[in-house]
């Protein structure tokens, strides 16, 4: 067991810097994820949840303060180092997926380890495995832009587990879908919650999504509330 929570926020702070103008998004946030929690970051609109995830991905940097993953300092390094965290930890899941429409769901999903140097015919002999789990099994050979909406974040959440990563960032990953097709993406962000222990993070206006994850984070004012349940 690692003695070290998985993230761990000190006193952060993110500011953006306009023309003009200083907005402060986040102010002196202290926040514990132990590794295995699922947890929602809710809040209106920006207030700036994607700004928290893109900070918790290294996809930003904190104006002050620091951010720890297993002990590691994240705001000391360099951009390398941030890419080679990202790809070794951590898997992404957007709203809109950004999947490659004109390539089949299996070569989407073999794409993380095509370009970090595996065989392709290994890449693709694994990625048919993650389909599986992600219950696509009977859609790889189709292009992307044959899919269904459901179908297509199914995909993204397959080439976002591709690598296997500790933890799974999800920004309103059922934002595009309709109601149902949000809810099954839900029950399978749990189940790789619970099955194979992945921590999840995922920022939502969708309130039944929140409801799933074991915490709910909200951010108002700058400021992190945990939600009672
Ligand atoms: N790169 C940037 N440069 C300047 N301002 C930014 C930048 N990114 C975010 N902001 C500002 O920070 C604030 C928070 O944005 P953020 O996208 O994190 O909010 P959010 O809670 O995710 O919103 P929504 O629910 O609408 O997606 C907003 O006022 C936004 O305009």
């Known amino acids: 067991m690692n003695k070290f929570p998985l993230y761990e926020l000190r006193a952060v702070d993110k500011d953006f810097v306009g023309p003009g103008e200083q907005v402060s998004v986040l102010r002196q946030l202290t926040l514990s994820i132990q590794a295995g929690e699922s947890i929602a970051i809710v809040g209106s609109s920006g207030s700036g949840k994607s700004t928290l995830l893109h900070l918790l991905g290294t996809l930003e940097s904190p104006s002050a303060g620091e951010i720890f993953f297993e002990g590691q300092n994240l705001t000391k390094l360099d951009e390398a180092g941030k890419a080679a965290f990202r790809n070794r930890e951590l898997g992404f899941v957007f709203q809109f997926h950004h999947l490659l429409p004109e390539f089949s769901a299996l070569e989407n999903v073999a794409m993380p380890g095509i370009i970090s140097g595996m065989k392709r015919h290994d890449a693709l002999e694994h990625a048919r495995e993650v389909l599986a789990q992600v219950g696509l099994e009977a859609g790889h050979n189709r292009r992307v832009s044959t899919l269904s909406g459901g179908e297509r974040q199914r995909a993204a959440i397959a080439r976002a587990l591709f690598l296997k990563p500790k933890v799974l960032l999800a920004d309103e990953p059922t934002g595009s879908l309709d109601e149902q097709n949000g809810d099954r993406i ?17 920022v939502t206006h969708n309130d039944v999504l929140a409801r799933k994850m074991n915490r709910r984070l909200e951010l108002r004012s700058g400021e992190l509330y945990e939600q009672a349940d």
Request: aromatic share 0%; proline share 0%.
């Open 186 to 202: 839900g029950d399978l962000l749990i189940e790789l919650n619970c099955d194979l222990g992945m921590t999840v993070v995922v």
